[in-house]
């Protein structure tokens, strides 16, 4: 089992039951999550040592994040308490044709208002195989977008390998910022989460013209690999939308020039797909510390998404035993 | 924006949740509505003045009538207080293969006992554009056919246009009351929503031969245009029901010898089908009010119409711009 | 109308709603069930006398088990209370492409460990039509595969037919043991519930070679009824498990050398699919008390299912008429 | 054991949480109840044999009824199915000095329509030792006073014990209209609950002028029993409210010319007050029944009642052990 | 009837069930409110035009707030929408013993952030007769301490009289800033409510030194309206906390030289005390619009804050009918 | 802080919500809970280090035991997994006068058939400042009579301080076996919970006959100790139970021959008091490794059990400030 540190933002999401909008709610079901709190309760549900630093206030809602944290066994000693909130935001469940919409309530939060690391950088990575991180830090600030790089910095020096989802988020900041800065932490990442349009707005790639899924998807992965050769596996998945409460789900993996696809999972309904990339990072991260072969990883990876997609709630709550259990059970037979 | 007046019963609906049977049910949800407080609220919604004119008892159930209409912004200054009980029914759901069943106690209600017009219908048509009301009305009483014919009247000389929604309910009368009284209403009638089944038995239209659908709505169309030239517009919907929890729906729209239909919409979950009907209505009548081409008028309804039934309630709970943006967007994207 | 006994154990189940896992839940559904207390409630639905024999722990849980099935009318006199516990078991709802899950916690229960049985059996099987009891009991101990020997010996005597259904557990015996004492009761049985795996693992039969599902079905219930002419009706559904929420049904019977087939019922969503096989038995033993066409028989009881797995709980919640009225209304209309 | 027949109606209540007000309410509880019933339900629950005779409609609501008196043994052989509707009223919960608040919506049900008795009398009071009805049915029209009278003799006819509870609702008839009728009843009675309004309002007993409580209750028993010396036993509770939320309760009975007193039992909080005066009704014709002490009776009538308060719902949910369990234990200990 | 315009912040409450910890909560209730929001409210509710000018962000939280006000009837045409965010606040409900614990972030709100006026003041103020708002805007910002001073300038000129609550909030700002702005306000003052601390801590008057409370009550009012003669009226509660559940409630007011003093409403169990100082002002206001006797003043508004408290929610839910049925009935009677 | 070694059962508690009966109910809530493991966690909130040992099955809900524990950060690096069962109990909750009501379920638990120790006893209390346990350990089997006295022995080799819960339960062991066993282990025991029965019972010490309540628990504490002068500290709670709902209580403590008292504390409504003995018990033990003074460990103690009834589940869910808080603070204030 290996040690993996994530860092970045965690928030408390208010939500409405699917039927009810958010301006008719009379109660919100509250979960808290994040992208790089997600991938660590992963890991730690699959029996890795996982860290999460993080910043959140000093009251009930603080605690209650660590309280989450300590629920699935994330270490939370670097999750520092202090400023003036947490960032929240609300969610109208979507169904059928009609998508979920979302209120952010984020600014401000203990997290992104940090203006300097306060954790100690050489207890944070120690002995630390992977450092995981997402593009949202960097896009909360640019003091963020300075911080990040040292952090990557100081992993690198660490010894850790660099693990970087860029997920993209229009609210924060523009592309050219996004740009810039991910150019910036590229250099210094190992395995990357990031798809077609991320690769051409901020690497400039020319779109596609071909006509096949496949070869789009490897055609993306090799040019962006061609400047960044130091990123030794590339992964992310192929959603086909066919409504909010059905979707299309396949995993894609791009390592040693070569590259590997799940099975496609239909997920209907969907009961919250909230966290299924983070799930799917989860699991790449998971089997690339356990060496698995690369279609197991990314088959795996891909299956405790689509399990996420069948539980309320931001984070993957399945052990190594129960999403290797699904895939060799198949589709909707009871476990008795 | 327009003035719209609309007048007719509103009830109190009990529902079971899906799964649970009326005779197990150990409680209800509770949610008000008719067919002209649902249209007078989706207008609302769209930013017109929307009047409600009918009556509920002098108790918590006419209050909570009131303040759900308040709630909505729809003008209850018309909304009388006074006689016996509100009408009641009890709404099994349906799930799968399994219909909606439903046990009606809407007898003997404030607005079914009705022998007289207890409005001013001067001040109750005061420069409005439209008067709309269903085929519920006249099948409560004698009287009220009387009274049906009474208002048009007056509302026609006031200078409004008259929108009426044929709805026939087998419970209520008996196919030749209906048609007698229908036709009794038809001349004064600007838009009207009616079906081939309504053109069959009211109007003693033959049933289309041929075999294609559009050509088929065409037909009736036409067909009841005929004896009514005044009719300016008729609008249905086509539902395929695939199951209590899955269907299909189109708008349809005959106006200036033109027909319009359109997308069809896959309605998958659904959550609650009651008031689909009337957000249609409440679409195109706002269409009508804002002189918007007929093939936006029949979009925007029928996108309107799907929404209703992805959100609990009878009444449509989305502003002319979040229909705009669901038409816009396509199928079950999440707005960020 | 008949009178039908059944007997065997009935548990408590503890259950999530979807979307939530055991692990995380901070409230049970409660539902009181077992295959034979199942056909009992179906069958005093549809208005026969039904006794459920069992026994249950003299405490509130036994207690929240009469009134269980006093609700429905089932004759509770035979309900023995007292022995050490009530079994129960633990069940996380399936969704989508993830199965159901559960957790048994039935070892011990008062059922499970009689020695004896402490009905006057005189008494139990007077003027009875129909016994039924399934596999699910002589697998609970040495001594109940004694007893449930001696019952149907009793039974016989009494001038009851004998249902029987195989459903086989494969945590609570190995098919060894049970296939040894599943032919010591066939030789007393009328009617039976068995599939192709039962066949081929309890009555050695070679397994079908060719490739129509018909004749597949055909082939099995022939041989099963080669060695055992006393059985004059086999019957089960065949399922298609498309996913946890979405399966297809068929129910087919095979009698007097005939094979019968129900329509395929699309089950989508499921609310709940315990007690599905239960309702599909109890529909078969009201048809041939009803001395019904084998045809009306297998469509009865298979929509009689296909309603189960519309509602909460383990038990048919419908009458006759509305099994009937659902065969003729088709898909999803509604019933106002 | 005895066997006791009551006739009523029995109704749907829906009714708030505490602190809902029921122009808010989303949804309410539902639970079905009426005097008579709920005096069947205890009665069953101690052991006896139970029939409550009524009328329902034949539609989800009359099967719940239905249902709802199975669950507790009740034999419902004698309630008849049909005519209009079940009666029902809404329920605001009181909390403190906020009492409850009530709206009806009882007018023309199946029962109170009633023209004549549906009932073979000879049937009905077959090996019946009492016959339980209350002074809410005569209430209902004109019919039911003629109807009330026919049944009262044909039940004293079959030997029956009369037992009538005066229970005035102000709502349904003038202090006249129930004095003329009430002083018709009396005659017939055997076991009568009134108080001392009762007795000034409708037998014309002028109020007491003396200063103590106990001689006041005394008076009313005397004054009462004078005019009708064949009623063997008067009882009816005192009731101090402190607020909705806080009631003390004592039971009082009169019988062979000497008073019994229960202890004063303090209610805080009460979960649910309605059918406590049918809980301390049915208790007492258990004690009547088994023949118990008279201060027996009033202890155990009493203490059922006053367990009554502490869960939802109309009826007692307590059996003879628990009762007297309760009696010997004290308040609120815990039995493990 | 009469106008009343009020104007201040309204907040998002997300509030536990009692019994739950913040940090533990997995659903929190939605109510919305705020001292002048919850004003308005009553007085819409006892007949009067009751007008809330504030500002909401433009989404879905923001349409939630207007929708809250327009189901009491409040008219929203002062309501603008805008600005970065709804302010919210977290309640974990107290419990005997245990007092309730907020967490607040209420931070940077739009309403908060305004720094300048963007309402039309002689549209704000045409007509009306009291304008209402409370210390809680001023403590917002430095901005709203001016802003403040120009709105209750502009009331006065246009004719209104100026009610005031202080409502001191130590988390807002410093006793000293709140000093000088109280006194800075004071002088437009008509009507105030008023405690012994503020009188203390923003008026500089010494501690009372006698033994009579209602004597001390006086002595404040007396020595607060010395230097402010042109307040006609001082108001406030005097509560009494036994504990989280249990309180006791008087109303005291000062007019004309004179002391007027409610009954003690003892409040137990408290379902929601949050705004039962709005509902105390609401009530006075009315009866001072209404030209009420002052006793029947405080008699009225006291019991309508006795009333909140037995609701959930922060605004009254009571009519003037209510309210005054609830003074002439009494503790805890049944309104049947 | 220091670090505490707790081991003991854990059980799924299974309870109906005040005012539904077990029999009537349809869901439970579900909480986890222990004696050993409350006291765990009461010490894991106050910051020190504390290990819960014990042994649940490998199945869902051993998980959730595990998550439960987590979340309030104790270590269960000591928890075992694996054999048959979860012990269960079922609560019907009381209220007022009505007693809480308990079903067992828990014979044959996978701690209670535990035949040897599993655990490693020099990693279990290496660097243990106290080992705690209680008396319902060793009533679970002949076995775990023996086991419990070689961890104690074990724990006091190790240098651990032994604290000891008399806590008797007469329904799993008779008062002779549990004296026997309970005068083998204080040998052992530094810190004891016995109160008056257990002296009587278990170490044969004649009623007290004096007057005086302070007095008597003295008297008991003195003759505890004369033959245990081992035994440092006595503790223990006096509870005055008016009701379910209402109790008092008053913390007792008795150290280096002086008795100390906390205030008494009016619990007015209990929530939930399963669990407030452990949450006094983690306070004494979080008193005592703080070296705090004897009047003030049982102050903080008594407060935190106070706190614990106003909180649903087993477990305290205060820290070491909010305690403290709560005793600076008095009764209901809210914190703001």
Not at 161 to 180: C, H, M, Q
Not at 182 to 206: E, M, T
Request: proline share 3%; glycine share 10%.
């Amino acid at each position: 089992m290996g040690k993996v540190v994530t860092l970045g933002e965690i928030m408390l999401r208010l939500s409405t039951t699917a039927g009810t909008r958010l301006a008719q709610a009379e109660d919100f079901s509250a979960h808290y999550g994040g992208g790089e709190a997600n991938v660590a309760i992963s890991l730690a549900n699959y029996g890795h040592h996982a860290v999460f630093a993080s910043k959140v206030p000093t009251n009930e809602l603080g605690h209650a994040v660590k309280k989450h944290l300590n629920r699935y066994g994330v270490d939370t000693s670097q999750l520092l308490m202090g400023g003036p909130r947490l960032g929240t935001y609300y969610l109208e469940a979507g169904v059928g044709e009609r998508g979920a919409s979302v209120v952010y309530d984020r600014a401000g939060s203990s997290f992104a208002v940090m203006e300097k690391l306060e954790w100690t950088l050489e207890e944070l990575f120690q002995n630390t195989d992977i450092f995981h991180l997402s593009g949202i830090t960097p896009a909360l600030s640019a003091s963020w977008r300075e911080l990040t790089v040292t952090l990557l910095k100081a992993a690198k020096k660490a010894g850790c390998k660099i693990s970087f989802d860029v997920n993209y988020r229009g609210k924060l900041w523009t592309p050219e910022e996004a740009g810039k800065s991910i150019r910036a932490i590229l250099p210094y990442v190992d395995y990357c989460s990031a798809g077609s349009l991320d690769a051409q707005h901020f690497l400039g790639i020319p779109p596609y013209t071909g006509e096949s899924d496949k070869e789009e998807t490897i055609y993306y992965y090799q040019k962006m690999q061609e400047p960044y050769p130091n990123i030794s596996v590339f992964y992310s998945t192929k959603r086909t939308v066919h409504s909010a409460s059905v979707n299309e789900l396949t995993g894609t993996l791009w390592a040693d020039g070569a590259y590997y696809e799940s099975q496609c999972h239909l997920i209907d309904p969907i009961i919250d797909r909230v966290g299924g990339g983070d799930a799917f990072a989860g699991g790449i991260l998971h089997g690339l510390l356990m060496k698995d072969s690369y279609q197991k990883v990314v088959d795996f990876a891909t299956a405790a998404s689509a399990l996420k997609h069948t539980v309320h709630g931001d984070c993957n709550q399945f052990s190594q035993e129960e999403v290797e259990a699904f895939l060799a059970l198949g589709s909707g037979k009871i476990r008795r």
